[in-house]
């Protein structure tokens, strides 16, 4: 059994970044494709990107592609989403999940942590 927990959330003005962290506890995911994902208020759960077990193959949802940069740190056991040039459409809670696959649905994910919100001020 894998826990995840997400950090780095918090309040931004638009056109800033930040950096969410997934730090995994329980047992190593350095085998595990890590995804994350997005809800926003009274919106569906969308993918945001994901990354495979190496690190080498990212997959980003159109909606994130340039912005979203996802990496990680086996090492560390953790994984990363930086955001640059945030909106106010940014806004939603985020949160990483584990999978054996690397994929955009959330149906392939076994493991998901409790989120961390982002907000973004216009």
């Known amino acids: 059994q894998v826990q995840l927990a997400e950090s780095g959330g918090g309040l931004v003005q638009a056109g800033g970044s930040l950096r969410l962290s997934c730090a995994a506890s329980?047992?190593?995911?350095?085998?595990?494709?890590m995804g994350w994902f997005r809800q926003a208020p009274g919106k569906e759960r969308e993918f945001v990107g994901a990354?495979?077990?190496?690190?080498?193959?990212?997959y980003y949802a159109n909606s994130g592609k340039g912005r979203f940069t996802i990496s990680r740190d086996n090492a560390k056991n953790t994984v990363y989403l930086q955001i640059n040039s945030l909106t106010p459409e940014d806004t939603a809670v985020y949160y990483c999940?584990?999978?054996?696959?690397?994929?955009?649905?959330?149906?392939?994910?076994?493991?998901w942590g409790q989120g961390t919100q982002v907000t973004v001020s216009s």
């Open positions: 329980g047992r190593t995911i350095s085998s595990n494709a």
């Open positions: 990354i495979n077990w190496s690190g080498r193959i990212t």
């Open positions: 999940a584990a999978s054996t696959v690397v994929s955009g649905s959330d149906l392939q994910y076994d493991y």
